[in-house]
T-cell receptor, first 112, second 113 residues
Framework: QKEVEQDPGPLSVPEGAIVSLNCTYS??????FMWYRQYSRKGPELLMY????GNKEDGRFTAQVDKSSKYISLFIRDSQPSDSATYLC????????????FGQGTRLTINP | KAGVTQTPRYLIKTRGQQVTLSCSPI?????VSWYQQTPGQGLQFLFE???????NKGNFPGRFSGRQFSNSRSEMNVSTLELGDSALYLC????????????FGQGTRLTVV
């Protein structure tokens, strides 16, 4: 069993829809949680970074962490075709730890 | 300012050969990490260098090695290439050893034939 599980999709939704992306994990030592966006033929780009449990909002993006359930989510409101990409969750056990453990990535397509 | 630069962007090698990939981090950044990305395994951590010292290493065979120079530029080397080494190799840089935000380069696409 992988430390981080993420449904690879693909996920296809109409423009303007609310998108929900999720990851589950098994290692209770994880404290730092990140979401990256990766466009085709590009490197991952950091979208959101959260510590421990709680919510964080940045524009149309909201990240949620539920450590008791070992479950994290990324919500995208008012989705746009430019949001079409692969979304990767990543986590680490201590601040500064460069050994990030990634989910498989979910391929998302927003249809105009 | 310039982002993370990886060279070359694409590479084709034959089984048994060796390859060296290069990464120039963002100016002023001292930490460089390498990841391998494949469709089957996703992104997997290879190793991290900070101030020319390897600080952490993933579960890869000894054929995978790296180094970092005094100007923070880093190279990774894969010897005796296998077909399964075909992947996108990504480099990430951070400003220091304590921040978590990592900036990735566009990667080097290695194909082993």
């Amino acid at each position: 069993q992988k430390e981080v599980e993420q449904d690879p999709g693909p996920l296809s939704v109409p423009e303007g829809a609310i998108v929900s992306l999720n990851c589950t994990y098994s290692n209770s030592a994880f404290q730092y949680f990140m979401w990256y966006r990766q466009y085709s033929r590009k490197g991952p780009e950091l979208l959101m970074y959260t510590y421990s449990s709680g919510n964080k909002e940045d524009g149309r993006f909201t990240a949620q962490v539920d450590k008791s359930s070992k479950y994290i989510s990324l919500f995208i409101r008012d989705s746009q075709p430019s949001d079409s990409a692969t979304y990767l969750c990543a986590m680490s056990g201590r601040e500064g730890a460069q050994k990030l453990v990634f989910g498989q990535g979910t391929r998302l397509t927003i249809n105009p | 300012k310039a982002g993370v630069t990886q060279t070359p962007r694409y590479l084709i090698k034959t089984r048994g050969q060796q390859v060296t990939l290069s990464c120039s981090p963002i100016s002023g950044h001292r930490s460089v990490s390498w990841y391998q990305q494949t469709p089957g395994q996703g992104l997997q951590f290879l190793f991290e260098y900070f101030s020319e010292t390897q600080r952490n290493k993933g579960n890869f065979p000894g054929r995978f090695s790296g180094r970092q120079f005094s100007n923070s530029r880093s190279e990774m080397n894969v010897s005796t290439l296998e077909l399964g080494d075909s992947a996108l190799y990504l480099c990430a840089s951070r400003s220091s050893g304590v921040t978590t935000e990592a900036f990735f380069g566009q990667g080097t696409r290695l194909t082993v034939v």
